[in-house]
C-alpha cells in the first residue's frame, strides 16, 4: 500500500549551508531540502512543506504550539499516514517532547536533524532524513509517540538528549537507550513506550524558569524570581533530589506563594526522590511542596509543566502528571 508523508521543515543545520571563506554556518536564501528532493520512491508520496526557517535557538514554544496545530490539522484534513520534521538540533529534543504532549493524532511523528550543513564534508542531513522517512512510514511506528531519528537509532522524545556539541552521534537515551534502530530495509524496534501522556492546549503563555543547582547556591535567585512572579520553576537538584540548605528559604518563599516548584536531578541517569532527611535534603524539600519528577531532564520538565498549566495550578494534581 502507498504511504503519504508529510514533510515539514523548520531550518536548522540540515539546511544551512558553510560559508567557503569564513567556515561560518548560516541559513540561505532557500532550504536546500526544499529545492532538491532527496526521496524518490515508488511507495511513498511525499509533500514537502517548509513551516519555518530558523536556527533551533530561535525556537520557541508559540512556534513549537503552531507546529502542533499545523500537524493535528493537515494529517486529519488530507489523510497522511506519517510525519517528519527538519529541525535544528539545539532544542530538538524539547519540540519533539512539545508535540509528545500536545499532538494528537497517532500516526507516525520523526524529528531529525544534521550536525554537519548541507555542503560540508560527511554531511547527515540527507541520510537522516532517509532514515526519519523510513520510520515515519513504518506501521511498527503507529503509536509509539514522537519519535527521533538520527544516526540509524530510533528514540523516544521523552528520553532522547543531545549529549555531545558536535558529534553526530550526540542523540543519546541516557539509561533506556534507543528503541529502535534503521537499517536498509526499514525501522526495526525492539522496544515500545508504556503509556502515553496527552493534553489538549491553545497556548503557550505561561512563563517557566530553570534553574541548575551547585555547591553554595542560596536563596537569592529564588526571592527574584517571586518578585518577577513567575508561574513555575524548575529546579536541576543534586543527586537524588537536594539542594544546600541556604536555598530552603528561597524555596519556600516560592511554594508559600502558591509557584510550583519541579525537582529534577542534575544527573543523566535516575530519578529525583525524597530520600534524604537531612537540611535540604528531598524529604524537607517534599514537606514544602516541591513536585518531584520521574526522570525528565530539566529542558523537558520545564515545556511539561507550561503545558500543564495551561489547565490546572492543583499542586496534588501537577504531581501526578510528573508521576507519569
Given at each position: 500500500m502507498k504511504k503519504k508523508i508529510l514533510l515539514i521543515h523548520t531550518g536548522g543545520t540540515i539546511s544551512m549551508s558553510e560559508d567557503e571563506q569564513t567556515g561560518a554556518v548560516t541559513p540561505g536564501a532557500k532550504n536546500p531540502l526544499v529545492?532538491?528532493?532527496?526521496?524518490?520512491?515508488?511507495?511513498?508520496?511525499?509533500?514537502?512543506?517548509?513551516?519555518?526557517?530558523?536556527?533551533?535557538?530561535?525556537?520557541?514554544?508559540?512556534?513549537?504550539?503552531?507546529?502542533?496545530?499545523?500537524?493535528?490539522?493537515?494529517?486529519?484534513?488530507?489523510?497522511?499516514?506519517?510525519?517528519?520534521?527538519?529541525?535544528?538540533?539545539?532544542?530538538?529534543?524539547?519540540?519533539?517532547?512539545?508535540?509528545?504532549?500536545?499532538?494528537?493524532?497517532?500516526?507516525?511523528?520523526?524529528?531529525?536533524?544534521?550536525?554537519?550543513?548541507?555542503?560540508?564534508?560527511?554531511?547527515?542531513?540527507?541520510?537522516?532524513l532517509l532514515s526519519s522517512i523510513k520510520v515515519a512510514a513504518s506501521d511498527e511506528a503507529i503509536n509509539k509517540g514522537v519519535l527521533?531519528?538520527?544516526?540509524?537509532?530510533?528514540?523516544?522524545?521523552?528520553?532522547v538528549t543531545k549529549t555531545h556539541t558536535s558529534n553526530i552521534a550526540t542523540f543519546q537515551s541516557p539509561q533506556y537507550g534507543p528503541i529502535g534502530i534503521v537499517t536498509k530495509r526499514g525501522a526495526s524496534f525492539h522496544h515500545s513506550p508504556v503509556s502515553e501522556d496527552k493534553y489538549r492546549i491553545h497556548s503557550v503563555s505561561k512563563n517557566v524558569m530553570l534553574l541548575k543547582a551547585f555547591a553554595g547556591m542560596d536563596s537569592t535567585v529564588f526571592q527574584l524570581l517571586k518578585q518577577m512572579k513567575v508561574d513555575g520553576v524548575i529546579v536541576e537538584a543534586l543527586g537524588q533530589g537536594n539542594l544546600p540548605p541556604s536555598t530552603i528559604e528561597g524555596v519556600k518563599a516560592l511554594t508559600d506563594a502558591k509557584v510550583p516548584v519541579?525537582?529534577?536531578?542534575?544527573?543523566?541517569?535516575?530519578?529525583?526522590?525524597?530520600?534524604?532527611?537531612?537540611?535540604?535534603?528531598?524529604?524537607?524539600?517534599?514537606?514544602?511542596?516541591?513536585?518531584?519528577?520521574?526522570?525528565?531532564?530539566?529542558?523537558?520538565?520545564?515545556i511539561k509543566l507550561m503545558v500543564a498549566l495551561e489547565s490546572t495550578?492543583?499542586?496534588?494534581?501537577?504531581?501526578?502528571?510528573?508521576?507519569?
Amino acid at each position: 500500500m502507498k504511504k503519504k508523508i508529510l514533510l515539514i521543515h523548520t531550518g536548522g543545520t540540515i539546511s544551512m549551508s558553510e560559508d567557503e571563506q569564513t567556515g561560518a554556518v548560516t541559513p540561505g536564501a532557500k532550504n536546500p531540502l526544499v529545492t532538491s528532493p532527496l526521496i524518490v520512491d515508488p511507495n511513498l508520496t511525499i509533500d514537502s512543506h517548509e513551516l519555518f526557517n530558523l536556527p533551533s535557538p530561535h525556537i520557541t514554544p508559540k512556534h513549537m504550539l503552531k507546529l502542533a496545530s499545523f500537524i493535528d490539522e493537515v494529517v486529519s484534513e488530507k489523510n497522511y499516514d506519517g510525519v517528519v520534521i527538519t529541525h535544528g538540533t539545539d532544542t530538538l529534543e524539547e519540540t519533539a517532547f512539545f508535540l509528545d504532549l500536545t499532538v494528537q493524532t497517532n500516526v507516525p511523528i520523526v524529528l531529525t536533524g544534521a550536525m554537519r550543513s548541507s555542503n560540508e564534508i560527511g554531511s547527515d542531513g540527507p541520510y537522516n532524513l532517509l532514515s526519519s522517512i523510513k520510520v515515519a512510514a513504518s506501521d511498527e511506528a503507529i503509536n509509539k509517540g514522537v519519535l527521533v531519528v538520527l544516526n540509524d537509532e530510533i528514540h523516544t522524545a521523552k528520553n532522547v538528549t543531545k549529549t555531545h556539541t558536535s558529534n553526530i552521534a550526540t542523540f543519546q537515551s541516557p539509561q533506556y537507550g534507543p528503541i529502535g534502530i534503521v537499517t536498509k530495509r526499514g525501522a526495526s524496534f525492539h522496544h515500545s513506550p508504556v503509556s502515553e501522556d496527552k493534553y489538549r492546549i491553545h497556548s503557550v503563555s505561561k512563563n517557566v524558569m530553570l534553574l541548575k543547582a551547585f555547591a553554595g547556591m542560596d536563596s537569592t535567585v529564588f526571592q527574584l524570581l517571586k518578585q518577577m512572579k513567575v508561574d513555575g520553576v524548575i529546579v536541576e537538584a543534586l543527586g537524588q533530589g537536594n539542594l544546600p540548605p541556604s536555598t530552603i528559604e528561597g524555596v519556600k518563599a516560592l511554594t508559600d506563594a502558591k509557584v510550583p516548584v519541579v525537582l529534577v536531578s542534575r544527573c543523566f541517569n535516575g530519578i529525583a526522590q525524597d530520600v534524604y532527611g537531612y537540611d535540604g535534603g528531598g524529604r524537607q524539600l517534599k514537606q514544602l511542596g516541591v513536585i518531584f519528577s520521574n526522570g525528565l531532564n530539566g529542558q523537558k520538565a520545564r515545556i511539561k509543566l507550561m503545558v500543564a498549566l495551561e489547565s490546572t495550578h492543583d499542586s496534588q494534581q501537577l504531581q501526578s502528571l510528573f508521576f507519569k
